[in-house]
Structure formats: C-alpha cells, structure tokens
C-alpha cells in the first residue's frame, strides 16, 4: 500500500502506477473521441411521403409507411430537405409504365440547384400525385449516399434512351442493382419502423394542387446514416 503525502515524496513504484495510468486515461479518451468520429452520420436528410386521403367527406394528410394501400383519387406527395449534403434518389416503377426517376429531376441538378437546408417536393411546386382507375402495385425506392451513384445514374441514362426490349433489360438491372446497394448499406442509425396501411396504388399525372391543400412537410422525419440508406415503399390499388 502507497501513501501520498506530496508530488516530491512519491515513491518510485508509484510513479510508475500514475504513468501507467495516465497513459491508459489517454487511450481511453482517444479510443472515445475515434469512435465519436466514426459515429457521425454521413447521410443526414429530412423525408416525408404522404397521401391525401378523403373519408365520409373529410380529407386528411397521412404518412406513407413500407406498405400502403390506397384508392382512386388519393393523392401522393414527397419532400427531401437535406441537413448534410448527400446524393438522394427517387425511383418509381410499375409493371405498366416501367421505371421513372423522380428525384433528382434530372442529374445535373446535382451540380446545379442542389444545397442542404432547402425542401425539395416530389412532384414541384402545388401539384400532387393523384392515382387513377388502374389497380396495381406502385413500388417507390429512396436511396442516400454521401458519394453519386453514378453506375446507377449511367445505367438510368442508357434505360431512357434505349427501345423497348432494351428497357426491359436496363430496368432489371437498375432493380438489381438497388437491391444490391441494400444489402451492401444498411440504415444503420434508422430507428426501428412500422409499416402504416392508409387504405389503396400510385398511377397517373401529377394534379395540380389548390392553396388550402397541407404541407406534406409536416410529416417528415429524420433519417441519418452512417451507410447507403434504401428503402422500398410498396403502395397496393384496390
């Protein structure tokens, strides 16, 4: 057992003890400082997706969860607002109309129109997404990264310039490969979710909204990750 009386007076032995432990104390305080660094999301955005809904003559705005059902004359809207710039992509495919990028509204806004603290809706302006008399599944894919896809972007490029049978090819691909960048990147800082069924499928033109309609920025949460965020929303027409 050591006694301390004073700085001068320690021992040899316990100066050695409070050197090994200083030592220890920095390593432990670099060890925490490395993992906080580690933690700090690379992607960090804000997302809603809601549907406007109407029921015994009343409208309401909800949430779209990972699986929706929806009805003729339901209307659908996006928003992305960025906290840290990254590179967010919207796609949305049916079996009818195939596959269509709906955010960026197209690739050279990402060196253009394109900045972090700015809510970008899906579609722009007042219009809103309303579904048609078509019955079907509408599959809606988010995908975040804090470097371009650009393999993606390519492989999207050649779909919309190709002929039938070589869009078919292309969008298999682009489905492949944003089931791939799934598996590769998971959500990792994404708190645990519930799908929320709100009542029907997603087609037709975007509508043009009036001014009393909500701000489906109301709805928005915070995802951040320290991955590639992807996520499959399926909305069924009934």
């Known amino acids: 057992m050591f006694i301390f009386r004073n700085r001068m007076e320690w021992s040899v032995p316990a100066r050695m003890v409070m050197s090994v432990l200083a030592i220890c104390a920095c390593l432990l305080l670099s060890n925490v400082c490395f993992t906080g660094?580690?933690?700090?999301?690379?992607?960090?955005?804000?997302?809603a997706f809601g549907a406007l809904t109407e029921e015994d003559g009343q409208s309401r705005?909800?949430?779209v969860g990972r699986d929706a059902a929806l009805k003729?004359?339901?209307r659908l809207k996006l928003m992305?607002?960025?906290?840290?710039k990254s590179f967010i992509y919207v796609f949305h495919h049916n079996e009818r109309d195939g596959l269509t990028l709906l955010f960026p509204y197209s690739f050279e806004q990402f060196t253009a129109d394109y900045r972090p603290a700015v809510k970008y809706y899906i579609p722009r302006g007042e219009a809103w997404f309303e579904l048609d008399k078509q019955p079907g599944t509408e599959k809606f894919y988010l995908l975040a990264s804090a470097e371009r896809l650009l393999g993606l972007e390519a492989l999207y490029t050649s779909y919309r310039a190709g002929d039938a049978q070589t869009?078919?090819?292309?969008s298999n691909k682009i489905l492949d490969k944003i089931r791939t960048l799934k598996r590769q990147g998971r959500d990792l800082?994404?708190?645990?979710e519930r799908p929320v069924a709100i009542g029907g499928a997603v087609r037709g033109v975007p509508k043009q909204a009036g001014p009393?309609?909500?701000?489906v920025a109301t709805l928005a949460e915070e995802i951040a990750s320290s991955g590639v965020v992807s996520?499959?929303?399926n909305v069924e027409h009934k």
């Open 72 to 74: 003729t004359g339901d």
């Open 37 to 47: 660094a580690a933690e700090t999301p690379a992607v960090e955005f804000k997302w």
């Open 189 to 192: 800082a994404a708190p645990a």
């Open 167 to 170: 869009k078919h090819q292309l």
């Open 212 to 215: 009393a309609l909500p701000d």
């Open 231 to 233: 996520r499959t929303y």
């Open 61 to 63: 705005i909800v949430p």
């Open 80 to 84: 992305i607002e960025m906290k840290r």
